[in-house]
């Protein structure tokens, strides 16, 4: 069942590659519990299908680190990118992208957040695996106040414009 406006998102774990040593957090991949990150806050959430993608490098992500301004501006605490990539992939992809300290890029190694969302698409007759269906949520202390999910492999109502709009 794909998760809804109103939903509460699932208990899962997100891994980030960490590029600087700080208390708490080492370099390389960390584990954070997504309860434990939402918690009190307001997130922007996009998920899409894979790391280096065309869609996804030159769109998707880009809009993101275009407005992350506009959206804190307007409420949001952090922008997330999650995929189903593992941590060393996400962490080299946002650094090519330039967001490093823009937008969190957090990896579903496994897809189980994912799935979890039901937001899974089987990509295996292309060689691709299972994968992140392209949507945007912005959730408020772990509810899911807004979602965009996009139909089939297209690019219309997951952008950030589309995310900025809908926050007022």
Same mark, same amino acid.
């Not at 960490?18 to 080492?26: F, V």
């Not at 370099?27 to 993608?53: E, M, Q, R, S, W």
């Not at 090519?96 to 937008?103: H, L, N, R, S, Y």
């Given at each position: ?6 939903? &509460?998102?699932? !208990? ?8 600087? !040593? ?40 880009? /809009? ?30 946002? &650094?090519? @992208? ?10 579903? /190694? ?20 299972? &994968?992140? @269906? &392209?949507?945007?949520?912005?959730? !408020? ?8 999910? !996009? ?18």
């Amino acid at each position: 069942m794909t998760i809804q406006i109103g939903d &509460r998102l699932p !208990e899962a774990t997100l891994s980030e590659f960490i590029e600087t !040593e700080t208390e708490g957090c080492s370099l390389g991949p960390n584990t954070f519990n997504v309860a434990d990150l939402v918690k009190g806050k307001t997130i922007a959430i996009f998920g899409l299908p894979g790391a280096y993608t065309p869609t996804c490098s030159a769109q998707h992500l880009p /809009g993101y680190i275009q407005l992350a301004d506009q959206l804190k501006a307007k409420g949001v605490d952090e922008i997330w990118c999650v995929s189903v990539n593992d941590a060393f992939v996400m962490g080299a992809w946002g &650094r090519d @992208q330039k967001a490093t300290g823009i937008v969190r890029m957090m990896a579903d /190694g496994s897809g189980t957040f994912t799935k979890a969302l039901g937001l899974e698409f089987d990509l295996s007759a292309k060689g691709l695996g299972v &994968r992140s @269906q &392209r949507y945007s949520m912005l959730v !408020e202390d772990g509810v899911v106040k807004q979602l965009n999910l !996009e139909n089939g492999g297209g690019f219309a109502v997951s952008s950030a414009e589309k995310l900025l709009e809908q926050i007022g």
